[in-house]
């Protein structure tokens, strides 16, 4: 699903924010992405979401070489990638509702379809009852499950989060984490970055290290195995 081969990633000005990375997440598979301020999770995560390209190695995901993309190719690809961002990045002056919808207004879906599949991510993040509400109406857990919701209304196959906790206290944070459990329990594919480390150990799920660029630690460790398909989880 995931696959990094020798990735390098060097920014102008010399600086080399990823070096010789190289890891698989398979097919329905959940794992922390953790390290220092600095250590490369965000450029890791850019990367797989074409919002930045490697200096060199190779790069696969969801069975494409991102190498082989061209631009016009990148809306495509993103549509089997959910991202979500520590700061939310909620439009202020639309509704729940309206944030949630746009990346299928973008897409063009039908107007019946959108509010169809907007009301099914709400419910999956239990904010039905907020879809008229704005964004300063909400709680910082709740602006964060708007856009979780955003990520998942397309039905991705992988979801990206960087440090979607961050921002929230310990309760709010395993309460995020235990929404990301829901849709890798239905085979949805699940890199979640944080510096949190009380929070990954009380996880079992496999975690990737990185320092200074360099993958230090990839283990593996027992946690739950994800069951079905992302159709069960998203419909």
Known sequence: MINFNKVNKTYPGGFLALKQVSFSLESGEMAFLTGHSGAGKSTLLKLISLMEKPSSGSIQVNHTELSDIQY???????????????????????????????????????????????ATALDKVHLSAKLKCYPHML????????????????????????????????????????L????????????????????????????LTLKEGTMINDGIVDGLQAQGTSDEQYS
């Open 72 to 118: 016009k190719q990148v809306p495509y690809v993103r549509r089997g990638i959910g991202m979500i961002f520590q700061s939310h990045n909620l439009l202020k002056d639309r509704t729940v509702f309206d944030n949630v919808a746009l990346p299928l207004i973008i897409e063009g879906v039908s107007h019946s379809e959108i509010k169809k599949r907007v």
């Open 139 to 178: 709680s910082g857990g709740e602006q964060q499950r708007v856009g979780i919701a955003r990520a998942i209304v397309n039905k991705p196959p992988i979801l990206l989060a960087d440090e979607p906790t961050g921002n929230l206290d310990p309760k709010l944070s395993l309460d995020i984490i235990r």
């Open 180 to 207: 990301f459990e829901e849709f890798n329990a239905a085979g949805v594919t699940v890199l979640i970055a944080t510096h949190d480390l009380g929070l990954i150990a009380r996880m079992k799920y496999r975690t």
